[in-house]
């Protein structure tokens, strides 16, 4: 257990922190910056957003002798990634009024905006706060935004599983009025016992906890990827959910260099079943928390995530330990399938009749530009009322919810703007592509990823077709730095930055999001990676098994350095 020796800097500033408020109202009276103090920053976090510059201009400003151009990124809390028509025309106008304009869906079924001032900050949380949405514990030392399965058609269950996501986020959410001070303009606390909080007391977690929900068979969110993971067991019989099969210490964060940093899959470790009221796997949830709490590192950050304490005191330890806490003891997991891991592009329809569109939406940017008007087209469709947004694990969006007496209202204007056309003429491995968004916003990029990878595509397509593999649904990933926000490691072909133009190629993840890729070359540029799948392509068309698919293929060839 943690002894509170030797404590990295921010573990002192949470410590001092007076509930995560620090001098962050002060701040934002400070004319003179358009920063925060360097405490603050860490505190920020914790309030859903990130001080940021363009590095694009850091050069031309410095030249110049200004401040760096500092901008704030505000993501939201959005469990399971739902919000209603109405949501979406205020989220439109607020991105319009007080950031860059594009709307960023993420890797976690959420949103964020990039380019806020500091002026703005407080009018934009205020506007999101009358439509009921919130950036409490958005990012931060505590329980992050809550992801499930995102498309209703998979299952007839998806509403009841899907439930769960908010539940658990409310469940995990600090207690600390600080928010609501801050940005809301609230009136303070004068009893401090109203804010007493017994999951993350005063110091929170060592580091960032990210929970996600599966339903087999498609593992959509990569639930193998999370600090805590919850499968969906359903009944082949009934069709009832039976519980959830519980998996820990999955997390994809390493630091180049730094062989105690590794990216990780998390390990089954048991089965909760479903009682009355659902206090067994509320109260393992809560407890795998509290022992990341009590156990985590919180001298080194980068050893500081549940993946590490896991490893540090062993699967058994740790069963022993949450059942002490529980009061019981998990079951056996159940036996699952995942076949699949990806988004169900176009019109599908679920088991109500309803139906859903979903449209690509490349490396998740919504914006309009000169080949698509696809910030418009969502705007009309949210102006009907007639289809609620759902945000996927892959930097997508379903237009869900839809009446079959609607359905040809909202297919109109997806044809008017175009977008059936852009969604049908993507390639199978152009729509199975994420990437972070890198640079020029994230301070530890260290190549490109969302600007580039489009481009990187294209020349990729044209590999393809020459050995006749346009069809193949090969998944590919980019992030412009080892953490891993695009899940590299967990990619069939995986692109993590090194350098600018430079990037370490990994091969050999599975489909199913269910196994690591591992380097296969260091420090590529993008001659030396056309150069390298070219060979690799030509191989996969000559060799491969009947069916193979292009991870496992590379998996059996040993391509590897290690």
Not at 225 to 239: K, Q, V
Not at 266 to 281: E, K, N, R, S
Not at 404 to 421: F, H, N
Not at 505 to 533: C, F, P, S, W
Request: glycine share 8%; charged share 30%; aromatic share 10%.
């Amino acid at each position: 257990m943690s002894d509170g020796k030797n404590l990295s800097a921010v573990e002192k500033i949470k410590l001092k922190s007076d509930a995560l408020r620090g001098t962050l109202a002060e701040g934002l009276r400070d004319e003179i910056t358009g920063a925060v103090s360097e405490d603050d920053q860490s505190l920020v976090k914790f309030h859903g957003m990130y001080q940021q510059d363009d590095r694009d201009r850091r050069d031309e400003r410095a030249e110049k002798r200004l401040e760096r151009l500092y901008t704030f990124m505000v993501r939201l809390r959005i469990p399971g990634g739902f919000l209603t028509p109405e949501q979406w025309i205020a989220t439109h106008h607020i991105a319009g009024e007080h950031s860059t304009g594009t709307i960023k869906i993420t890797t976690r079924q959420t949103i964020q905006l990039h380019g806020l001032l500091r002026s703005h900050i407080k009018p934009t949380l205020k506007a999101f706060s009358q439509e009921h949405l919130d950036s409490i514990a958005a990012c931060g030392d505590v329980n992050r935004n809550v992801t499930c399965a995102a498309h209703p058609s998979q299952s007839a269950i998806h509403e009841k599983v899907h439930a769960y996501a908010a539940r658990i986020s409310e469940l995990l959410l600090p207690k600390t009025k600080a928010y609501y001070e801050i940005w809301l303009d609230e009136e303070k606390i004068s009893d401090k016992k109203e804010e007493e909080d017994p999951l993350y007391q005063d110091r929170y977690l060592p580091r960032k906890f990210k929970i996600g929900i599966g339903i087999p068979p498609n593992n959509d969110i990569d639930v193998l990827a999370n600090d805590l993971g919850l499968i969906a067991i359903i009944d082949e019989i009934t069709n009832e959910l039976k519980g959830f099969n519980v998996a820990i210490g999955g997390g994809l964060g390493a630091t180049h260099g730094n062989a105690e940093t590794y990216p990780r899959l998390a390990t089954v470790i048991g089965f909760v079943p479903l009682g009355a009221a659902d206090d067994l796997l509320f109260s393992t949830i809560y407890e795998i928390v509290t022992i990341q709490r009590d156990y985590g590192n919180r001298s080194d950050r980068k050893l500081a995530r549940l993946k590490y304490t896991l490893d540090k005191y062993g699967v058994d330890w740790y069963k022993q330990e949450l059942a002490k806490r529980t009061g019981f003891e998990l079951e056996p997991a159940q036996p699952y399938t995942f076949t699949d891991r990806k988004d169900y592009y176009g019109w599908r329809q679920n088991h109500e009749g309803r139906w859903y569109y979903t449209p690509f939406i490349e490396n998740g940017r919504i914006l309009d530009d000169e080949k698509l008007a696809l910030k418009s087209a969502l705007l009309e469709v949210a102006e009907t009322g007639k289809a609620n947004f759902r945000f996927t694990g892959n930097q997508n969006l379903i237009l869900a919810d839809i009446d079959k007496k609607d359905k040809p209202v909202i297919d109109k204007i997806l044809k008017k703007y175009k977008i059936i056309a852009h969604t049908d003429a993507a390639s199978a491995i152009r729509r199975n592509a994420i990437a972070c968004v890198a640079l020029p916003t994230c301070p530890l990029a260290l190549a490109e990823a969302q600007r580039y990878l489009p481009d990187l595509i294209g020349k990729i397509e044209g590999l393809l077709a020459k050995y006749e593999l346009s069809e193949e649904e090969i998944i590919i990933r980019m992030t412009g730095c080892p953490n891993g926000c695009a899940r590299p490691y967990v990619a069939e072909i995986g692109f993590v930055g090194t350098a600018p133009g430079s990037y370490n190629l990994h091969l050999g993840g599975d489909y199913q999001g269910t196994r690591l890729n591992r380097v296969y070359k260091e420090n590529l540029d993008e001659a030396a990676i056309l150069r390298e799948l070219d060979l690799l392509f030509w191989l996969y068309k000559k060799e491969r098994a009947t069916g193979e698919r292009f991870g496992d293929f590379a998996l059996r060839q040993r391509w590897f350095k290690s």
